[in-house]
């Protein structure tokens, strides 16, 4: 990356030229050693600077001097990586009944230990759900945000973008919502079978989701189903 910022000259002469960034970066550039010795009113330098590995926000300052004085002036430059190569999305929860909290993870997984990484983020967690947040990532460290599901219902999706200046990325979670299980309801079709014959069993409960019944036959054997609605 090149970034570009200007610090302009109007009027001086036999000057020294210099910008320190605050990523302990510099660049000089000298009127006599560049050779601007003859004319006074043509002169200019192009500087440029590699940033690497170093992103975000990084202030700067120009000092133009010489023998008679000084001038200076501060300002600030933001180096943009593409998200994709340096955000980690990650979500984790416990599926419990609602309000379920889901972590929302962001790590940045590249980057020098200077580096900071400001993102905007929108997360859609059910359909009458939002949420908007933004946050500085370092390198060091995963930054985490709380997420609140709300909605009575056995799934829900969450839909996360987040960007900056230059790019976006977007990440997808499926979430489990359990209800409490309530009311088991039981029947067999028949009690009395003779050998090697099909009954059948009917169960349900009254509220409950992502239900599992474990049926014990009496005689050593057992068997399960799993219902994954409400």
């Known amino acids: 990356r090149y970034p570009y910022s200007h610090c302009g000259l109007a009027a001086g002469s036999a000057v020294q030229f210099s910008v320190s960034f605050s990523n302990n970066r510099s660049l000089t550039w000298d009127w006599l050693t ?130 900056n200046q230059l790019s976006s990325i977007t990440a997808a979670y499926y979430v489990i919502l359990q209800q409490n299980i309530t009311s088991l309801w039981f029947n067999s079709s028949q009690t009395v079978v003779p050998t090697n014959h099909t009954f059948q069993l009917e169960f349900s409960v009254t509220t409950g989701s992502h239900v599992t019944y474990q049926i014990n036959l009496g005689n050593g054997s057992t068997f399960s189903v799993t219902d994954g609605q409400i």
């Open 34 to 163: 560049a050779g601007h010795t003859a004319n006074f009113e043509s002169h200019s330098a192009t500087l440029k600077i590699v940033f690497g590995a170093d992103v975000g926000r990084f202030n700067f300052t120009c000092i133009v001097g010489n023998a008679a004085g000084n001038w200076q002036t501060a300002d600030s430059i933001d180096v943009v990586p593409q998200l994709s190569e340096f955000l980690r999305l990650s979500m984790t929860y416990i599926p419990e009944p609602v309000p379920l909290n889901a972590t929302l993870s962001f790590e940045m997984i590249r980057g020098s230990p200077i580096s900071n990484l400001p993102i905007s983020c929108y997360a859609k967690l059910q359909p009458n759900s939002h949420r908007n947040f933004s946050k500085t990532l370092q390198p060091v460290g995963i930054f985490n945000e709380i997420l609140t599901f709300s909605e009575d219902s056995p799934f829900a999706l969450a839909n996360v973008t987040c960007w």
